[in-house]
Structures are given as structure tokens and as C-alpha cells.
């Protein structure tokens, strides 16, 4: 009997690892079509993005050349009045030209449309432009080490020049409409590198999918480079037919008792969903205070995706997505609800305060947005004078008209509108002068320079003089100590924000600051109890 009890088991244990064996073939035989796939798509996901940058490099190239053939067409060749509005009338029609210059002998930068150049600049290579006769393209780092493209092509007794920055050859989105995160490595015809060699792609590896693309007629030459992590993670679907493969085999094997656990990945754009839904994106707010009286003026609002575990996500890694699939507007308007809950008593009741809001660009090209403002605040505390929409550059404006209709439209109801981070995005000045609006946001770059840098100084000097002459009011942002405020109010700017003064708040910190550098007035304070013992009456 005991003979027969250990026999059992050793032949039921023969039998098992053989029905292992036997279950197993056909699995390892799907994860090799799988893995075979997968493998297929993703080699052909970054042959496309190498193509479509390939195209946007082109692109790039042709509307620029063609601005500057124009300007030559027209005798622009000098410094002249007429020749630098010619030039600043190119630079706002051409949406990837940041800067025009007239450059004379020895490579000398005469005078730009701006009034000067964005800063010092060191050039890194030269070349002749490939399929552009009598065009040189470089390579050229600005003060703050971002790369530009310059094209260069004689006029006159000088040359005159076009900047364009690297970023702009670089794919924003994939063809699914995602943001594009992939490596990208985008050469010249003479081999020089555009773009930061940070974004340039690692050494290729079995792990990586390659793909190149090169234009026949200009010479570029492009290599995307993506992790295979990242394209598996990207094809959820094959994923899940995996899972349920290796569920019928953990089924068949029952005998082992043990089921292998299944690791779901989550598609990040439901992730947001669920969030904005859960509530879980909060209002932040960073203070804007009068750098002459110390008196505070306002705030701006930065959200934050505040977790279940209380962990806080920062903008930069949930906002491009949120842009790229439509789900912005949703949030946006989540985030004016609750600052007109959370901090509309108190801002109310000042009417001095302004609470800024960030728009981005698709925003101000949806007509519904002035209705959905208008609701939203005319039932709250918040005046529709107190609300500043700032036009953020994540993305170019297509349509000037309809956005400038827009535009008045909101400052019809009120509304301020203010442009973000002027200088460094898509904007150049002709978002000033073509959009009509009421504030401008400098750039924590250019006062980060204030002081050290003598271009940059001059070029805020510039701003500030054009804004004022346009009735507009200054804002300067990034301001992290008391020097740069000295040289901001020599300046003439009045409003700032910066961690010299505070850094984004949580709504209760943020009221108790108001309380703070505010008080009510005693009577006031007693009508808005009174107010508040009606209410809950």
C-alpha cells in the first residue's frame, strides 16, 4: 500500500510536467507571432515619425527661404525704417521665424526686427544650404544654450538672416495624435547635429526600434529612436490578447493552483479621466505682488493633480496629454469652478485682486469658451473684471481672425487677456500687436538675465516701452531674488511673480495671505458675515 501511495504521486507528477510541456508549445508558439508583431509595428511606427520629421524639416526650410526670397524681391537689404517693418511683417505672416537680421560684412548682426538680436549667440557650424542656391545654414546657441537655425542669404552689400529654433524641427505629436516622446536626431547635409545633444538618441540597441528617413531635396537626414517598452506599453491591445493567452493556459494547468497574476497597464488619457472626474486636479496659486508698494495684486492659477496617496503631480507631465486629447477644455473649466468656490469670497470682496488662469492657444479658437467663462462666473463672488486668461504657447494660433474675435468677445464680458512667457514660444511680438490684448507676461529668461546681460536687459527695456505705448500692463515672472526686483523697477514694471515672494500656494495658505497683506475693512468684514448668515439661513 505504501508502495502504491508514493508511485501515484511520481506518476501524476510525470504526467503534469508533460502536459506543462505539451501546453506550453502552443503559447511559446503566440508569444513569437506576439513578440514578431510588435516588432513589425513598432520598426514601422519610427520609420513614419522619421518621415513625417523628414517633412516638418522641409517644411521648416521652404517657408523660411521663401520669406527671405521675398524680403530680397523686395530690396530689403538695410537697416532702413521700411526695410525693418518689411522684415517685422515677414516674422509675424512666417510663424517659425523668431528673429530676422540684416548681417553685415565679417558676420556682423546690424539691426534685427525686433530692434536687436535675442541675446548673444555663439555659432556652432556652417554650411551651404543643400537645394537652396545661395543659402548657408547654421547652427547657432543663444544666451540660454537653446540651439537656433539661422538661414543666411546675400542682399544687397550685406546678407540677411533668419532664426528659427531647433525645437521646431522636432515632432510634437505622433501620428496617433499623442505627444511625440522618442528620441530624435536630425542632421544637416554636412553631418552638424540640430537640437540639444540631450535630445539626441542613445547609442541604438536590441531594445530600441531605429528608423531613418533623409531628404533627397534639402539634404536632412533624420534617426528616431524609441524604446521597445515604449512601444509595447503604446499597444495596449496586443497586450490584453497576451493576457487572455496566457490566462487559457493558466486555466488549462489548474492543477498547479496557482494563477499567474495579471498586470494591467493603464491608458494614460483614461487615467486623466478618472481623475478630472475623482477631482483629483486642484488649484494652486502663485501671487502677483506691485514691486513699488508691496501690495498684492492678484494670482495666478497652476493646477496640480493631487493623488489618492497625496502625492502632487506637476503640469509638465499630465498637461501636453491633456492637450493633445481634448480633454483641456474639461479641465479648465473644473479648475475656474473651484477657485470661484474655494477663493471666490475673498477675492470678490477686493475688487483690486485679479485671479489669472491659463489658456491654452485651442482654447481661444473655441467659440463655446466665452459662454462657458461668462456661466461660470456670473454666478460667482468673482467679477467677470477681476478674470485674466493668459494665452499660453504650447501651441500656434491657426486662425487669427476667429481668435481675435474671440479674444474680443471675452473682453467684451471683462475680461483681461494676457500673453504667457513672451519672447520664447510661437507668439514673437505679433501676438501683441495682432491680438489686441490687455497684458504681457516677460519670460523668466530674459529676467533671469536682467543685470548680467546687457541684450537682454535692452530687449525687456523694448518690451516694456512697446507695451506701455500700447496701454498694456507688465507683468514679470520667475523672479527669485531682490536684485532682479531693483532692476525690474528701474525698469518700470510694477507687477511680478517668483519664489522671491511665493512660491505657487494651496488654497488655504493662499487666503490666509490675503487675510494677511489685505484685511478687510471692519464694515466690510461684517457685511460679508452678514452675507454669509444669510445664506445658510
Avoid at 480633454?327 to 473649466?333: E, Q, S
Avoid at 537682454?456 to 527669485?480: C, F, K, P, Q, Y
Wanted: one cysteine or more; charged letters at 20%.
Amino acid at each position: 500500500m505504501g508502495l502504491f501511495t508514493r508511485a501515484f504521486p511520481r506518476r501524476n507528477l510525470i504526467a503534469i510536467a508533460v502536459g506543462v510541456v505539451l501546453a506550453a508549445v502552443p503559447l511559446v508558439a503566440f508569444d513569437f507571432w506576439l513578440g514578431g508583431l510588435i516588432d513589425r509595428q513598432g520598426q514601422a511606427e519610427v520609420e513614419t515619425s522619421a518621415k513625417r520629421a523628414v517633412a516638418l524639416a522641409e517644411s521648416r526650410t521652404v517657408q523660411t527661404v521663401g520669406a527671405l526670397d521675398a524680403l530680397v524681391a523686395a530690396g530689403v537689404n538695410s537697416c532702413a525704417p521700411d526695410h525693418l517693418n518689411a522684415m517685422r511683417q515677414i516674422t509675424f505672416k512666417t510663424m517659425a521665424i523668431k528673429e530676422i537680421a540684416i548681417v553685415g560684412p565679417g558676420g556682423l548682426t546690424l539691426c534685427t526686427d525686433v530692434g536687436l538680436p535675442l541675446g548673444d549667440r555663439k555659432q556652432l557650424s556652417s554650411e551651404p544650404l543643400t537645394g537652396a542656391s545661395g543659402y548657408s545654414l547654421d547652427i547657432i546657441q543663444i544666451v540660454n544654450g537653446q540651439q537656433m537655425v539661422r538661414f543666411r542669404r546675400v542682399a544687397g552689400a550685406n546678407e540677411i538672416a533668419a532664426l528659427v529654433p531647433a525645437s521646431l524641427f522636432k515632432p510634437q505629436v505622433t501620428s496617433q495624435g499623442g505627444p511625440f516622446s522618442a528620441n530624435a536626431q536630425i542632421d544637416t547635409a554636412a553631418g552638424f547635429s540640430i537640437g540639444n545633444p540631450s535630445e539626441q538618441p542613445a547609442e541604438a540597441t536590441d531594445a530600441m526600434f531605429v528608423g531613418n528617413a533623409k531628404s533627397d531635396k534639402l539634404g536632412f537626414s533624420v534617426e528616431i529612436a524609441m524604446p521597445r517598452e515604449q512601444v509595447i506599453a503604446g499597444h495596449s491591445d496586443l497586450r490584453w490578447l497576451g493576457l487572455f493567452a496566457t490566462g487559457g493556459l493558466v486555466l488549462v494547468l489548474a492543477l498547479f493552483a496557482v494563477l499567474m497574476p495579471r498586470r494591467v497597464v493603464g491608458n494614460p488619457i483614461t487615467d486623466l479621466e478618472c481623475a478630472l472626474a475623482a477631482g483629483e486636479f486642484v488649484p494652486y496659486y502663485q501671487p502677483i505682488v506691485d514691486i513699488r508698494s508691496g501690495q498684492l495684486r492678484g494670482a495666478e492659477v497652476l493646477v496640480r493633480w493631487r493623488k489618492p496617496d497625496c502625492t502632487l503631480v506637476l503640469p509638465g507631465s499630465f498637461i501636453p496629454l491633456a492637450e493633445s486629447s481634448g480633454l483641456i477644455l474639461d479641465m479648465t473649466r473644473d479648475l475656474m469652478r473651484r477657485v470661484c468656490v474655494e477663493a471666490g469670497p475673498a477675492i470678490g470682496c477686493r475688487p483690486g485682486l485679479k485671479i489669472a488662469f491659463n489658456f491654452a492657444g485651442q482654447l481661444f479658437g473655441n467659440k463655446s469658451i466665452v459662454k462657458d467663462v461668462r456661466n461660470i462666473f456670473f454666478g460667482s463672488e468673482i467679477k467677470l473684471s477681476q478674470v485674466v486668461l493668459e494665452l499660453t504657447e504650447r501651441d500656434p494660433i491657426e486662425n487669427f481672425t476667429e481668435t481675435r474675435q474671440i479674444i474680443a468677445e471675452l473682453q467684451g464680458l471683462g475680461v483681461r487677456i494676457a500673453i504667457d512667457d513672451v519672447g520664447t514660444g510661437h507668439s514673437g511680438l505679433s501676438y501683441m500687436l495682432k491680438l489686441g490684448v490687455d497684458i504681457i507676461k516677460i519670460d523668466k529668461m530674459f529676467v533671469d538675465a536682467i543685470g548680467t546681460d546687457r541684450n537682454s536687459t535692452t530687449i525687456v527695456e523694448t518690451l516694456v516701452d512697446l507695451a506701455h505705448n500700447m496701454r498694456m500692463d507688465v507683468v514679470a515672472e520667475g523672479v527669485e531674488n531682490f536684485e532682479q526686483v531693483m532692476h525690474l523697477r528701474e525698469l518700470g514694471i510694477r507687477s511680478a511673480q517668483g519664489y522671491v515672494f511665493a512660491p505657487p500656494l494651496p488654497g488655504r495658505a493662499f487666503l490666509d495671505l490675503v487675510e494677511a497683506l489685505d484685511p478687510l475693512p471692519v464694515a466690510a468684514l461684517d457685511e460679508k458675515l452678514a452675507g454669509v448668515r444669510t445664506r445658510a439661513a
